[in-house]
C-alpha cells in the first residue's frame, strides 16, 4: 500500500482513536498501532496470532467436551433403557459427565479470550464477557454439585433409606446448585452463539454465521422437546459448527485461502 494521506475519519482498531490527516505508513499517536493495519479491517487473519491460538485451543476443546457428551448422552439412555434411573446409576454418569463439563469449561474459556487488536466497544465483547462470567459460575455450580449429591445419599442411607435433616439440607442445596447450574448454562450457551455471530464475518463464514442464527432458536428447541434424541441432533450440529471454525483457523494460520466455506461479503 502506497503511502498517503487519510482524507476521511478512520477510528483505530486498537484505541478508536480518529486517524483522518494521519499518513497511512505512520502510527496511531495514542497508542502506536500501525494506521495500515487499522486499514486492513477486521478479519482474523490480520488478527495477533496469540489470539488466534487462543480461539483454535478454545474450539479444539469445546469440540472434545461436546464429543464427551454425546458417548455420556447415548450411555445415559441406554442405561436407563436397560437399567432404569437408578439414583447410583445417575451419580456415575453425572461423575463422568464433569469430564466433558471440563473440556468444555476449558474451551470456552479460551475461546472467550478477548482480541488485543479489538475496541473495547465492539459488538463481541459484551457476550464474550458474559460467556466468562457464566464459565466461571457453571464451573463453580460442577465442582460444588458432586459432593452434594453424594453426601445427600450417604445420608439417606444411613437411616434406611429415609433422608434425616442433613440428608435434606443436602437435597436443598443440591436443587439450587443445579437450578444456578442450568441458568448459567443457559446465559452460557445464547452468549457463545452471540460470540461467534460476531466472529463469524471476521472469518469471514456465512455458514457459522447461519448455524450459529440457527441455533440460537433450534438448540434450546431440540433440547426441550427433542425427548433425548433432539439433544443429540443439537450437539452434532454444534459441533460441526466449530469443527468448521476449526478448519478456517487451521487454514488461517498456514496462510492458505479456505474458500471452500460461503464467504460472506466485507
Not at 444456578?180 to 469471514?204: C, D, E, G, H
Amino acid at each position: 500500500m502506497d503511502a498517503v494521506i487519510l482524507n476521511e475519519s478512520k477510528s483505530c482498531i486498537k484505541c478508536g482513536y480518529d486517524l483522518k490527516g494521519l499518513n497511512t505508513s505512520g502510527n496511531c499517536p495514542e497508542c502506536g498501532t500501525p494506521v495500515e493495519r487499522s486499514l486492513r479491517g477486521d478479519l482474523l487473519r490480520f488478527a495477533d496470532d496469540q489470539y488466534r491460538d487462543a480461539l483454535f485451543r478454545g474450539v479444539t476443546f469445546i469440540m472434545a467436551g461436546i464429543v464427551v457428551s454425546l458417548v455420556l448422552m447415548i450411555i445415559g439412555l441406554l442405561a436407563g433403557a436397560l437399567m432404569g434411573r437408578s439414583p447410583g446409576i445417575m451419580l456415575v454418569i453425572n461423575c463422568l459427565g464433569l469430564v466433558g463439563t471440563a473440556l468444555g469449561l476449558y474451551g470456552y474459556y479460551h475461546y472467550s479470550t478477548p482480541d488485543p487488536g479489538q475496541l473495547g466497544s465492539n459488538k463481541g465483547e459484551s457476550p464474550r464477557r458474559i460467556l466468562r462470567v457464566a464459565i466461571w459460575v457453571s464451573a463453580v455450580c460442577s465442582v460444588v454439585a458432586i459432593p452434594l449429591q453424594f453426601a445427600f445419599g450417604a445420608s439417606a442411607n444411613a437411616n434406611s433409606g429415609a433422608p434425616n435433616e442433613a440428608a435434606l439440607a443436602a437435597g436443598l442445596l443440591s436443587l439450587l446448585v443445579g437450578l444456578a447450574s442450568t441458568v448459567a448454562w443457559i446465559v452460557q450457551f445464547f452468549a457463545a452463539m452471540l460470540y461467534t455471530k460476531w466472529l463469524a464475518p471476521r472469518f469471514p463464514s456465512e455458514r457459522i454465521l447461519k448455524r450459529a442464527s440457527l441455533l440460537m432458536w433450534l438448540g434450546p428447541v431440540l433440547f426441550v422437546f427433542g425427548c433425548g434424541i433432539g439433544g443429540l441432533i443439537a450437539l452434532i450440529m454444534y459441533y460441526n459448527m466449530f469443527s468448521w471454525m476449526r478448519k478456517a483457523l487451521i487454514a488461517i494460520r498456514a496462510g492458505e485461502d479456505h474458500s471452500d466455506d460461503v464467504a460472506l461479503s466485507t
